[in-house]
């Protein structure tokens, strides 16, 4: 038997504090997961998690769907061969024939056949910043969304129920941008240099601590990039000889930074707590494949809020098992921090947990903060250690100083340091818009996915050609909205997906909803067979 003894430059936690028995049960779970003697995990998770089933049909016109597109793409790229139809997409050059092919025909299929055809549903030009209601570049297409050319027309205030602006920080509020403008006009825009060369400044040091205050943590550093934070220092905390138990839906800059590092991936059932156990309790048992070595590192990789399902992590079993079997936790909180908990500081708030327990916590500045960039936080030891040895540390430009003085005054507004209450009644904002948000849609029949207190809504579309009217019906409607499909998410559950904010207005919702409820019956969305109590009104909802 190889008994792990976690040897790396992480500081080891104790193993006190949380005990599986003192953790609360979770609401969507009607029973306790029983995983073996002492080791019954429940989840302290205060709102309830839906994920209901498409009736039958459903799943069936979907695949019929996309089995009439397949044949309908192999007819046209026969069309194709023959010379009967033009070809716009990339293809190899006719003297190049005997060289490895840049461009995979068959590669391509998808998106020249499907995408192409309802392009216009994405990368719509926007001309204005992304606040409840933006303004959008209108565009047309000559030759079937192949190439698109402006109008020169605009849509004025569509309602933005697209990006990321949680708690209304993306704004042009000069009385709120002062101090903003002042760093401007003190650092310049750019400071040209990395943090360990000659490119810290007094304000990224302020930040850093004021993170670290934040989280409640001993020590943070920041990065100009949120992708970067997962793809330059997973590889600088783990490596050949690790194991990373990874989080089946994780995102993509989480997936890139364990490939780069080396370590052996094994990914989890979506927050399946029984899948998780069985592959620590093998890596602690059997070790490294064929020499049984007691692996050198196992961590345990999972995010906050979930950005394709609106779920959030079962942080409170998560940490009970990392506890029991001495593994490393690291959590992306790119869309919880700021987003949930009572006072916005995210999952360890919203489960009442110590941030201590929490090995690694990363986040990013571009929700929540109306800003750029990301950061690490943790034990002290931690974050000297990634200053020498982080790529994103050593070799990236230091953080914007406009950009840094944004995160400054949004943080200290959160926080009430600047004197005001306007940070704690956004956070409360949010939570309200989301619950409200979240019961109306659920009382008109739509199958919606995830937490309650997640402000990620993503709604189920299920059939190709729906996702493309739903987008441009909501259009039409001056309502701007994301959808998503295959492959980003699996081929039965092509998605509209929800960011509420704080600056989102009563009306606003009920406008939305109201043209929601229509969409929904004119393209048959309903397909919700549950019923949901009627609640005329949870603005008197508190934290």
């Known amino acids: ?146 190439t698109f050319r402006l109008t020169g ?88 000889g690790g194991l990373i138990l990874s989080d089946e839906l994780n995102h993509t800059s989480l997936i890139l930074g364990a490939r780069l590092s080396g370590a052996t991936i094994r990914v989890f059932k979506h927050n399946n707590m029984h899948s998780l156990e069985k592959m620590l309790k093998e890596a602690v048992c059997s070790g490294q494949p064929r020499t049984h070595r007691p692996w050198k590192k196992i961590l345990i990789m999972v995010e906050g809020i979930y950005s394709m399902e609106g779920s959030v992590v079962r942080l409170p079993e998560i940490i009970a098992l990392k506890k029991k079997y001495k593994a490393y936790l690291y959590v992306d909180e790119a869309h919880s921090i700021g987003a949930v908990g009572p006072s916005g500081r995210g999952v360890t708030e919203l489960f009442n947990l110590n941030p201590s327990d929490v090995d690694v916590m990363m986040g990013t500045f571009t ?78 029949g739509f199958i919606i996915y995830g937490n309650d207190d997640s402000p990620v809504v993503p709604i189920l579309l299920y059939m190709p050609g729906k996702v493309v009217a739903f987008a441009r019906e909501m259009l039409e409607r001056k309502i701007g909205v994301v959808v998503v499909g295959f492959p980003a998410t699996p081929i039965t559950e092509a998605r509209a997906r929800f960011c509420l904010s704080a600056s989102h207005t009563r009306d606003m919702l009920n406008q939305v909803l109201h043209h929601m409820n229509e969409v929904g019956d004119n393209l048959c969305l309903k397909f919700s067979r549950l019923k949901y109590p009627s609640c005329p009104d949870l603005g008197d909802e508190t934290d």
């Open 153 to 240: 027309r605009t849509i004025h205030n569509a309602i933005n129920m697209g990006s990321y602006n949680y708690l209304g920080f993306a704004e042009n509020n000069t009385d709120f941008l002062k101090t903003v403008a002042a760093k401007t006009q003190q650092y310049g825009v750019g400071v040209c240099s990395t943090r360990q060369e000659i490119g810290t400044l007094s304000i990224h040091e302020e930040l850093e601590q004021l993170v670290a205050n934040f989280l409640k943590v001993e020590s943070s550093m920041t990065f100009g990039m949120g992708f970067a934070v997962n793809s330059m220092n997973i590889p600088a905390i783990v490596g050949k």
């Open 367 to 444: 929700k929540s903060f109306g800003a750029a960039g990301g950061y690490i936080a943790g034990k002290k030891d931690l974050v000297d250690y990634l200053r020498g040895h982080s790529h994103s540390a050593v070799y990236a430009a230091a953080m914007s100083p406009p950009v840094t003085e944004q995160i400054i005054r949004a943080m200290k507004c959160i926080m009430g340091t600047d004197g005001s209450t306007e940070g704690i009644r956004r956070v409360r904002q949010l939570a309200e818009n989301t619950r409200y948000f979240r019961a109306r849609l659920k009382e008109m």
């Open 1 to 146: 038997m190889a008994i792990t003894v976690a040897s790396s430059t992480l500081p080891q936690l104790s193993l006190n504090g949380l005990k599986c028995e003192d953790v609360k049960r979770n609401g969507f779970h009607s029973r306790r997961e029983t995983r073996g003697q002492g080791t019954a995990v429940a989840s302290k998770q205060p709102r309830q998690e839906s994920y209901e089933q498409a009736p039958m049909y459903v799943a069936v016109m979907t695949y019929l769907g996309f089995g009439i597109v397949t044949l309908f793409g192999y007819f046209r790229d026969f069309l194709r061969a023959v010379g009967l139809e033009k070809r716009h997409i990339a293809q190899e050059r006719e003297e190049q024939k005997d060289f490895v092919p840049l461009y995979q025909d068959f590669e391509n299929f998808y998106t020249r056949n499907l995408y192409m055809r309802v392009r216009d549903s994405w990368n719509r030009p926007v001309c204005s910043l992304p606040g409840p209601v933006f303004d959008l570049m209108e565009r047309v297409s000559d030759d079937y969304n192949w």
